[in-house]
């Protein structure tokens, strides 16, 4: 995808989300931020890496991601292209 994520944990509600911390040399899609929260992806929520793995797990280079994702206090829809499958 050209991102790297981790998750993160909010203690005020003892939920985690994948968070967008940096975007690979070559990414050119902009349709991702860094510090962007990704809350789901082709309507599956997504909590963890493993959740973030699983989703990316059912696509293929080519294939295009519907995100929900949180950015500043803003939720918005994104169009993510799956380009390199995950080793």
Same mark, same amino acid.
């Given at each position: 995808?050209?991102?790297?994520? #981790? ?25 991702? $931020?860094? $510090?962007?929260?990704?809350? #789901? ?15 990316? #797990? ?30």
């Amino acid at each position: 995808l050209g991102i790297t994520v #981790s998750t993160i944990s909010d203690s005020l509600s003892s939920s985690s989300y994948v968070y967008v911390h940096d975007l690979t040399k070559g990414y050119n899609d902009n349709n991702l $931020q860094i $510090q962007d929260i990704i809350l #789901s992806m082709n309507g599956v929520d997504v909590h963890t890496l493993n959740d973030f793995r699983a989703v990316l #797990s059912k696509t293929k280079p080519g294939d295009t991601i519907e995100a929900e994702i949180k950015r500043g206090n803003e939720y918005i829809t994104v169009n993510i292209a799956v380009y390199e499958k995950l080793s």
